[in-house]
């Protein structure tokens, strides 16, 4: 079964606006790794963050990281049509598994 | 470097028939795993391989045989194909030790099954 379930399921944003998506996740993980898909491409590794950290950046990518609340979230800033895409959180199947468990993925348009 | 190769791309199949799928990664990569991806829903994992000559079930395996003969190959066998199994797979490889968990894809293979 999957372990994370990413929210909303669409997002549909203009040029230049900021799109927020979010993962939830069921145990205890040592880290969460969020993946980019392009239509009818392979998954591209973004961002990893590990259990001990509550943000990390890199450029315009911040993810957020609750383990509390079992939840992570992604932000993208001053999107771009290149931005659209599915994004992916993946999180390990036990805590510190090699083995990746998916959720269903945000797909994200970006207006002109 | 390639990073991660799929062949082939497209195959059509009908029920009954069988193929197998090449995956090769040129990273020196330990770890190998092939998934599935259905229309609304994440990737789901078929079989994984932790090193040459060893594989593993993952949550999907019925219907599919693997065998990683070689370090750099993984392939995937579908012996009796049925319509459930049309979908799109992909590979993905990572190395065993350090921090890095990323996975590395290959660009995947649509199949579909008449």
């Known amino acids: 079964s999957q372990q994370g379930e990413e929210d909303p399921q669409a997002l549909s944003i203009q040029e230049g606006e900021n799109a927020t998506m979010n993962c939830s996740y069921k145990t205890s993980i040592n880290n969460l790794q969020w993946y980019r898909q392009n239509s009818g491409r392979g998954l591209v590794h973004l961002i990893l963050?590990?259990?001990?950290?509550r943000e990390k950046h890199s450029g315009r990518l911040r993810v957020t990281l609750d383990t509390s609340k079992k939840s992570s979230s992604l932000l993208i800033t001053a999107s771009r049509a290149a931005d659209t895409a599915s994004y992916f959180c993946a999180t390990p199947l036990r805590s510190n598994d090699y083995k990746l468990s998916f959720g269903a993925g945000t797909t994200v348009t970006v207006r002109a | 470097n390639a990073g991660v190769t799929q062949t082939p791309k497209f195959r059509v199949l009908k029920t009954g028939q069988s193929m197998t799928l090449l995956c090769a990664q040129d990273m020196n990569h330990e770890y190998m795993y092939w998934y599935r991806q259905d229309p609304g829903m994440g990737l789901r994992l078929i079989h994984y391989s932790v090193g040459e000559g060893t594989t593993a079930k993952g949550e999907v395996p019925d219907g599919y045989n693997v065998s990683r003969l070689k370090k750099q190959n993984f392939l995937l066998g579908l012996e009796s194909a049925a319509p459930s199994q049309t979908s799109v797979y992909f590979c993905?490889?990572?190395?065993?030790?350090?921090?890095?968990?990323?996975?590395?894809f290959g660009p995947g293979t649509r199949l579909t099954v008449t």
């Open positions: 963050i590990r259990s001990n950290e």
């Open positions: 993905a490889s990572r190395h065993q030790t350090g921090n890095s968990y990323e996975q590395y």
